[in-house]
């Protein structure tokens, strides 16, 4: 793939202003949706299911990108430093890419093509490619592969959805397109479907949206890891995001 746009983000996200962006993107929760009182923070996962067809498509022509392997499941003790580097990545993906669908941005043959997933490295995307962008740019900060897992939904629309999910030890939370708010999975008013699972990112499991039967476990309970804060902050990150910046609107 072409990683150009990737780097571009990963060297502005340190200098981001990480402190105003996460007060913004936390303020103001949609109404919380309904679910099962007990583990309400994270969503409960059901049985393997079919992976999405765009999931496929970008394992064919990118095979590099599936290829982690088996992966061991944990959360990310959600420390304000956590907290601050999900905010930039999502209001910075967010600000950066431009939003275009799939028949707008490829001219796809619905026929042959029911959904494209790929990286935005033209600087325009759909759901689906902000976040695969959000997922490369955290695992290139370190944020562990198992825990930013590709998801899909059924907006408030009724139509489908990509964000991506990060599991915490405060809950799963999404990092969406649509808002530069960071919601938990629970109060940002879709149905879920389906997500990658922790052990292996090419097995995908249902998700039994609030708590119906079907649900066989809960990731409350999984072992807890701590980000290292990103290096790199004051001064020389603020220049690094004006670069970036300035590179990126030359494109």
Known sequence: ?????????????????????????????????????QRAGWAPVGAQTRRPIGWHNLCQVQPDECQAGAQRPVNVELTPEARRLLASVSVLANKVIAAKTDDEHFHLDRK?????????????????????LKRKMLIEAGWPRS???????????????????????????????????????????????????????????????????????STGTLPIVKMKALSGEGNDGARREASTRQKLSSR
């Not at 060297?11 to 309904?34: E, F, H």
């Not at 939904?153 to 959805?161: A, K, L, S, T, Y």
């Not at 799963?172 to 109060?187: H, I």
Request: hydrophobic share 45%.
């Open 147 to 217: 825990a930013a897992l590709a998801t899909v939904v059924i907006d408030r629309n009724g139509e489908g959805h990509a964000v991506l999910t990060v599991t915490t030890d405060q809950g799963d939370f999404v990092l969406d397109n649509l808002t530069d708010k960071l919601l938990r999975w629970d109060q940002t008013g879709y149905a879920y479907v389906k997500r990658q699972s922790q052990q292996d990112e090419n097995v995908w499991v249902a998700i039994a949206d609030g708590g119906e039967a079907g649900a066989v476990s």
């Open 1 to 37: 793939m072409k990683t150009g746009i990737v780097k571009l983000l990963i060297a502005g996200l340190i200098g981001y202003s990480a402190t105003s962006v996460a007060m913004k993107a936390t303020a103001s929760p949609a109404p919380a949706r309904q679910v099962a009182p």
């Open 112 to 132: 042959t093509l029911i959904d494209w997933w790929t990286y935005p490295d033209d600087g325009a995307g759909d759901c689906s490619d902000y976040m695969l």
